[in-house]
Nanobody, 119 residues
Framework: QVQLVESGGGLVQAGGSLRLSCVVS????????MGWYRQAPGKQRELVARITSGGSTNYADSVKGRFTISRGNAENTAYLQMNSLKPEDTATYYC?????????????WGQGTQVTVSS
């Protein structure tokens, strides 16, 4: 059974930084793209950043130049470095992974980690 676990959220002042981590555990054939999404209260979940197995990345316009997504040396980890945080970045952040597991390709989600940016 595949599971995603996020860590690294917390409370930070505007202008500060946080680094989120996501670790995939379980059994899989391959992990394709991994991404970070966020959802603020009363809003829809939105893509923040995404990285493919080949290293290609894309970002939401609102975070370009401030956030950086990367993958660890092991294919089952992904990180989101968040700098120059703003109050509008406050949300629950979810890790997502496109995984081939037991012959079935699916999207998997973590439980979310809260990021709160104070002004």
């Amino acid at each position: 059974q595949v599971q995603l676990v996020e860590s690294g959220g917390g409370l930070v002042q505007a202008g500060g930084s946080l680094r989120l981590s996501c670790v995939v555990s379980g059994s899989w054939y391959s992990i394709n793209a991994m991404g970070w999404y966020r959802q603020a209260p009363g809003k829809q979940r939105e893509l923040v950043a995404r990285i493919t197995s080949g290293g290609s990345t894309n970002y939401a316009d609102s975070v370009k130049g401030r956030f950086t997504i990367s993958r660890g040396n092991a294919e089952n980890t992904a990180y989101l470095q968040m700098n120059s945080l703003k109050p509008e970045d406050t949300a629950t952040y979810y890790c997502n992974a496109d995984i081939d597991a037991l012959g079935l390709r699916e999207d998997y989600w973590g439980q979310g980690t809260q990021v709160t940016v104070s002004s």
